[in-house]
C-alpha cells in the first residue's frame, strides 16, 4: 500500500473516534518520568490536538520521583507505609517544592505554542486550583500518616464549568483541608477520585515503560483485573493502578486505559485506532449482547466474510440475514459488531439452531463466545425452547465445553433438511435447556 493510501486509510479509520470523542471528559495522568522524559514533548503535541479535537481534558502530573529526587539531595530518607509514602513534617517542604516543580516545567512546556509542530501556533489554556479538598490520612496500623492524606472531595461542579469553557485542568497531588492544612495525596488515587467526581468518560494513566506489557491481555473487564489482583506476581504499582481501575469502572467511568511512551503517539494510538496501544479495563462489553437490527447486517457480514470464505461458516446470502436478522444478537464495540449469533427457532419442534457464531480475532478468549451462548439460551428458554442444535465444522469442542452432546442420531428438523449440506461433514451437537 502506499503511503498516501495508508494515510488516507489510517484517516478514515481514525474519523469514528474522532466522532466519538468530541466533548467527552478524559482524565489522564502523566508521571513525571514521562514528564521528564524525551517523548515529552511528543505528548504535550498530542494533548494539545485532543483539546482542538474538543475533548475535555483534566490532566493529573506524577511527583514521585521528582520528590524521592528532592529528598535524596536533601539526605532525607523516603519512608512508606503500605506503600504510601510517610509525609512528615521535614519532609513536606520539599514535597511540596519537587511537586511545584514539575507543575511549573508542565505548565511551561504546554505554554511553548509548539514551535515547528503540525500544532504550531496552538494556545492551549491551563487551569490549576484548590479543586482538591484534603484530610488527613490518620494513623495506620500505629504508624502517624501525619501529612499524607486522602480526597475529601472534588470541586467538580467547577472543574465542570471550566472544562465547558475549553480550558485544560491541571492538578497537582496537592489537596488542602478546610482548616488550610496541606496534603499530599496519591497521584493515581486522586486521579480516579476526579474522574469518578467528574463521571468521565475515559481514565488514562500515561506511565512509564512495563516490563511486563506482553503478558498482559489488551482488554480486561474488572474480573480480570480482581484475579490480577489476588496474583502475588501481579507488581504493586500496577495493582495500584488496576484497584483504581476497578473503582472507576464501577462508578460508571466508561474505559480505564494505562499506556507508556514507549512509541511516540502512544496515546493517540490507543486513542484512535481500533487495536489501541495500552491496557484498557471496561465492562462494557459485559453488559450484555443486544438483539440484531437490520442495519447490523452490513457489520455481521463483514465479520463473518473470512469465516465463510475458509469453510468454518455456511455462506449466508445478504437477503437470507435480512430474513433471519431478528433472530441474531450482537456485540458492538465503537461501532462495530465485533460477535455475533443466531438462535433460529423451530417452535413446531420446539427445537432451535444455534448458527453464525463468530468472535473476531482480536476479542477471542475473553468470554465472549460464551456471552452470546448463554444469551441465546436464556431467549430460548424464555420462548418455551427445550433444546438447541447446532452443525459445526470446527467448533465442536467448544460447544461440548459448553454443554452440548454429539448426538448422531438426531433427525434434522424438515425446514433444516432442504438447506443442509451432507458434503461438509458438520457434527450435530444438542443441548437441553
Ligand atoms: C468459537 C468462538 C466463537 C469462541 O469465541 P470466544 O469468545 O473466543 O470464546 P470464549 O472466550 O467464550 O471461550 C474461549 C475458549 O474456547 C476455546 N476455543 C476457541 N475455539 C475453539 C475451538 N474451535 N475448539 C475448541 N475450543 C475452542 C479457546 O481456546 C478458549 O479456551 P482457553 O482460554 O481455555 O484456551 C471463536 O473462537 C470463533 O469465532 N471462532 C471462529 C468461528 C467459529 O468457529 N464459530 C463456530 C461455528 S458454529
Not at 89 to 94: D, G, K, L, V
Not at 213 to 224: E, G
Not at 240 to 261: E, G, N, P, T
Not at 274 to 296: H, K, P, Q, W
Request: glycine share 6%; charged share 20%.
Amino acid at each position: 500500500m502506499s503511503n498516501t493510501q495508508e494515510y488516507v486509510e489510517w484517516f478514515r479509520g481514525a474519523a469514528p473516534y474522532i466522532k466519538a470523542h468530541r466533548k467527552k471528559t478524559m482524565v489522564i495522568m502523566i508521571s513525571d518520568e514521562v514528564i521528564y522524559s524525551d517523548r515529552f514533548i511528543g505528548l504535550v503535541h498530542d494533548i494539545a490536538l485532543l483539546n482542538h479535537l474538543g475533548i475535555k481534558l483534566v490532566i493529573l502530573h506524577g511527583s514521585r520521583n521528582s520528590i524521592d529526587k528532592h529528598l535524596a539531595a536533601n539526605r532525607l530518607q523516603p519512608r512508606f507505609h503500605n506503600n504510601i509514602r510517610i509525609t512528615d513534617s521535614e519532609t513536606m517542604p520539599f514535597v511540596v517544592q519537587a511537586i511545584k516543580e514539575v507543575k511549573t516545567y508542565f505548565e511551561s512546556q504546554l505554554s511553548m505554542g509548539l514551535p515547528n509542530t503540525p500544532m504550531s501556533g496552538s494556545e492551549i489554556s491551563l487551569i490549576g486550583g484548590n479543586f482538591v479538598i484534603g484530610m488527613p490520612l490518620g494513623v495506620i496500623d500505629g504508624v502517624d500518616m501525619q501529612h499524607s492524606g486522602k480526597v475529601r472531595a472534588i470541586k467538580h461542579e467547577a472543574i465542570k464549568e471550566l472544562l465547558a469553557l475549553n480550558h485544560v485542568v491541571l492538578l497537582s497531588n496537592l489537596g488542602y483541608s478546610r482548616t488550610g492544612e496541606v496534603f499530599n495525596l496519591p497521584t493515581e488515587e486522586l486521579a480516579g477520585e476526579v474522574a469518578r467526581a467528574l463521571k468521565a468518560d475515559k481514565l488514562v494513566f500515561v506511565q512509564r515503560e512495563r516490563a511486563d506489557k506482553d503478558s498482559l491481555a489488551s482488554t480486561l473487564s474488572t474480573n480480570q483485573c480482581e484475579e490480577l489482583l489476588a496474583n502475588a506476581a501481579t507488581p504493586e504499582d500496577l495493582k495500584s493502578l488496576l484497584q483504581q481501575a476497578i473503582l472507576a469502572i464501577q462508578a460508571q467511568v466508561k474505559r480505564v486505559h494505562i499506556i507508556d511512551q514507549q512509541v511516540d503517539g502512544g496515546l493517540l494510538l490507543e486513542l484512535f485506532t481500533r487495536d489501541g496501544y495500552g491496557i484498557m479495563v471496561t465492562n462494557l462489553f459485559y453488559e450484555g449482547s443486544r438483539a440484531a437490527n437490520i442495519d447490523d447486517i452490513g457489520g455481521i457480514l463483514g465479520l463473518i466474510e473470512p469465516l465463510e470464505a475458509s469453510g468454518v461458516l455456511v455462506v449466508r446470502s445478504r437477503e437470507q440475514m435480512e430474513l433471519e436478522i431478528r433472530h441474531f444478537q450482537v456485540i458492538e464495540k465503537d461501532g462495530m459488531i465485533i460477535a455475533c449469533i443466531a438462535c433460529i427457532p423451530d417452535q413446531a419442534e420446539n427445537l432451535a439452531e444455534v448458527a453464525c457464531l463468530a468472535v473476531h480475532d482480536d476479542y477471542q478468549r475473553s468470554g465472549l463466545g460464551n456471552q452470546l451462548l448463554q444469551a441465546v439460551e436464556l431467549q430460548a428458554l424464555k420462548n418455551g425452547i427445550a433444546q438447541l442444535y447446532t452443525l459445526t465444522t470446527r467448533s465442536s469442542h467448544w460447544f461440548i465445553e459448553h454443554g452440548f452432546n454429539e448426538a448422531a442420531d438426531f433427525t434434522l428438523p424438515a425446514a433444516k433438511r432442504e438447506s443442509y449440506n451432507p458434503e461438509r461433514g458438520s457434527k450435530i451437537l444438542t443441548k437441553s435447556i
